[in-house]
């Protein structure tokens, strides 16, 4: 714009502008950060605030509305009967260390402040490979996925990285110094005898095949997982710090285009379960206590090779989980990482059952391998087990009311807080992965009152999963449809 064209205010604006010394420059800079700084601490408030006071009404209506109870449930209704009423009641206990985690982590972290600063600069960070594993059935898909996080990561002012895609078939990516294409070998097999994404995994870790050193990091994507600048920040300062072995953040569902409104609903149970249990496990203990994810992954290279991926059949279905429990009991740290990265949720109802079924029986798997420690698992074994246990536990609601019996008001307590936590993660994942700004109020409600009223189906196929995973053949890994092409079971 010519200087000409401006008010006599608007030039008093621009010298003002044109004379400000880098120092003024730079308290700018600080006053813009703390004012967004301010923003998030006031969203963590009211978000807290709003948690408190669900789990409050809850408990209030609980220890104020119970139901008559009779005098002696055990002559009335018989000595097994009554047993049984209180085994029912017990189960649910098994859900109230992660109910407990998620709590606390919600409570305590903020979790709205969404710019990442970097401790250093960028052209000083060690050399990143971003290895996406994939079975060669989507290749547009993994096209354009790789171009684009190509594009963040040179956006963002990463220099010393490269992507690599490691697959099944070729995917024939166009030629860049940039990019490496793997494509595991059909004769390969490892020791163990591990399948599917442990063996796509260790063959990265062979030594005619591997180019990394021992300093250098590995950043593991699925291969609909996108990168943004907040994520490669909170990466390279993970890098940077070195403090610890391995490093896992945040992914959501509900950016760009929504595929399927009640899958995007349900995972935002997942958002919350990062931002609660995940987070504090990992910054108050450095260690998967509950759980780990098989995609945003930060691993020292020489930690992926001294634990492996080459753990047989029975790591080979929650591949993620049973690493991560393998390198805790040998005595590696975890920690989580700011910024967060961006994937779909299952585009129908049938993949979003599948993939949660294959999640609990290869955690089965894991729970139940004399390979690894008791110690290292015993909280993964109760989260496990409280999803085994859903359908009993959910016998509950209609048991309660009709054969009420008494127990202590602690234990009505305990039982409503763990429903609650539980409802108001569903709340939160709207929360946190909606922009209100971008949806606008109305739509924005709407979600909110969608996440509530997809809990019923999501507790019915929550139920489905617990059955059919606990009873059903447990070695079979299902590949949700994640474009043109069907699903396929391997």
Known sequence: MDNSTLSANDKIVVVKSENLSENDLTEEKMISSTNINMTSQIKHILHCLLLLFILSVMEYSTLTGGLMVSANPWQKYGFFFTLL??????????????????????LVYNAFSDKVTLKSSPLLSPLICIRVVTRGDYPELVKRNVERNLKTCLATGLENFY????????ICLSENHRIRELVVPKKYKTKSGALYKSRALQYCLEEKVNILSKNDWIVHLDEETILTPNCIKGILNFAFDSKYHIGQGLITYANEEIVNWITTLADGFRVADDMGKLRLQFNAFHKPLFSFKGSYVVI?????????????????????????????????????????????SPFTIKDFIQQRKRWLQGILLVVHSKALPLKSKF?????????????????????????????????????????????YMFIFGVIKSFNVKRLGLFKFILCLIGSVAVIPFNIIMENVVAIWGYFGSKHKFYIVQKGERTESVV
């Open 300 to 344: 020292q290279y020489d930690t992926e090779k001294a634990v492996s991926f080459d753990n047989g059949p029975d790591g080979s279905i929650a591949e993620d989980c049973y690493f991560a429990i393998k390198a805790s009991s040998m005595g590696y740290t975890f920690n989580f990482i700011d910024g967060e990265m961006w994937e779909k």
């Open 85 to 106: 009423l209180y085994m029912f009641r017990i189960v649910v206990f098994l859900a109230l260390p992660q109910a407990l985690f998620n709590f606390v982590g919600l």
């Open 163 to 170: 992507i690599e895609v490691v697959s099944d078939n070729s």
């Open 379 to 423: 909280l993964l074994a109760m989260s496990c087990y409280a999803w085994v246990t859903l359908p009993l536990a959910m016998f509950n609601l209609i048991l309660v009311p009709l054969f009420p019996i008494s127990s202590y008001s602690l234990i009505d307590f305990l039982m409503t807080f763990v429903g609650g936590v539980n409802l």
